[in-house]
């Protein structure tokens, strides 16, 4: 009986040495993961942070509900007035069935903003960022348009000049800030 003891106990010793080893690595990899999402999120704020907008064929407007949707459209509205493009393009779908569309909603403050209607592009389909870039480019490429200010949120211009350049789109991202 000693002999089968002395196993019993040297058996539950290692399990426990493995368990307490498993605990560790697994708190190993929460800190690395928490450490990478911080390093994102850093990365996202202090990219969204500066303002690139520089000269280009047309200005972007992403479209963000309806609050985020009028103050986008406002900052490209103050781009448009300041030179930087030649026109601006309204993106955004319904975000409701029937209801008017991020675009329209965009274009009716690019002319409240006194923005030239002739110089007012929609895009009315889209329904998410993604969405977006594939449309825009297509849109753009027709119009032989090489590059565009590309207006979002400041948390949000990250992403969104990931997904506009995977479409071959050369943007200058600028963020309407709050």
Not at 42 to 71: H, M, N
Not at 146 to 163: G, K, T
Request: charged share 20%; net charge positive.
């Amino acid at each position: 009986m000693g002999q089968f003891a002395a196993t019993i106990t040297g058996s539950l010793r290692r399990t426990a040495h493995v368990w307490r080893l498993l605990r560790q690595a697994l708190a190993l990899l929460a800190l690395i993961l928490i450490g990478g999402a911080l390093t994102l999120a850093v990365t996202i704020v202090r990219y969204g942070a500066s303002d690139r907008a520089r000269p280009a064929d047309v200005i972007v407007v992403l479209g963000g509900g309806e609050a985020g949707t009028v103050r986008r459209a406002q900052h490209g509205a103050a781009l448009y007035r300041a030179g930087y493009a030649p026109r601006v393009l309204c993106t955004g779908g319904a975000t409701i069935p029937g209801g008017d569309t991020e675009a329209a909603r965009c274009a009716q403050v690019m002319k409240a903003e006194g923005v030239p209607i002739v110089a007012v592009w929609r895009e009315d389909a889209s329904r998410s960022t993604a969405e977006n870039a594939y449309a825009t480019a297509a849109l753009m490429a027709a119009q032989g348009w090489r590059d565009a200010v590309l207006v979002s949120d400041d948390f949000h211009l990250w992403r969104a000049r990931w997904l506009f350049e995977r479409q071959g789109v050369r943007v200058y991202p600028s963020p309407a800030q709050r």
